[in-house]
């Protein structure tokens, strides 16, 4: 016989799918929530607008190059972003409180399918930001190139994140992206900071490294060096 006071069992899947409040005031929480496909319904308007006033003022040189740009550019500054801002961590204080509000919460329950993908109070002024600072250093119509493959890579990564939390990949490359995540998730915080663009944590030093591929490498050093 159990009673509503009888402590309850929450197992490992419930707890790491669980949404805990991270707000006392129930409207602004309901605003730390958002379906998955909402930044959807807000970005591809958005990009589809500044394609245009780009595609119908530059030549095809420039509009190849300001959409590389723009990809290579969102690939960093996602890397940057999760590495510096995302897991910058206070022990105590208001730092402590605010790192968990952007992603220890994240972290702490990866799995609530409402806290996956940034919200529109967030990703819409920071959207605006970078379209003013494009602006500012590129000038227009580069800007409105440059941004169009910003934003349409910043979608990539929302959705993508979202699907390797959530989604079976069935493609090799798939399951890859999704091994990597879940390393940096239940392995080590410290490494693959790249979800879209895991390649960049070779680059800079935060890639994962089997240990036994490590030790032979080592070996092979000291071998070579002797």
């Known amino acids: 016989m159990t009673t509503d006071s009888a402590p309850q069992y929450v197992s490992r899947a419930e707890q790491l799918a669980a949404s805990p409040p991270m707000f006392k005031w129930p409207l602004l929480d309901r605003f730390s929530r958002v379906h998955h496909l909402v930044p959807i319904a807000i ?12 595609v ?7 509009i190849l190059a300001c959409l590389a740009g723009g990809y290579v550019f969102w690939t960093l500054f996602e890397y940057w972003l999760h590495r510096l801002v995302f897991h910058f961590e206070p022990e105590e204080g208001i730092g402590a409180r605010l790192h968990w509000i952007i992603h220890g919460v994240h972290h702490d329950h990866p799995n609530d399918p409402k806290r996956l993908v940034m919200p529109p109070a967030v990703s819409v002024p920071l959207a605006a930001l970078m379209f003013g600072v494009f602006v500012l250093v590129l000038g227009t119509p580069a800007a409105y190139m440059f941004t169009a493959a910003f934003l349409a890579s910043y979608l990539v990564y929302d959705e993508l994140h979202y699907y390797l939390h959530h989604g079976r990949p069935k493609t090799r490359i798939g399951r890859k992206f999704r091994e ?6 239940f392995q080590d915080d410290r490494i ?3 979800i879209s663009a895991p390649w960049w944590d070779n680059v800079f030093g935060t890639a994962y490294r089997d240990k036994a591929a490590a030790r032979a490498r080592r070996r092979e050093q000291e071998r070579q060096q002797g």
Not at 43 to 54: C, D, E, S, T
Not at 56 to 62: A, D, P
Request: cysteine-free.
């Open 43 to 54: 970005f591809v308007p958005v990009i589809v607008v500044m394609f245009i006033l780009g």
């Open 56 to 62: 119908t003022r530059m030549g095809w040189v420039s």
């Open 180 to 185: 990597l995540h879940m390393r940096h998730h």
């Open 192 to 194: 693959m900071y790249g």
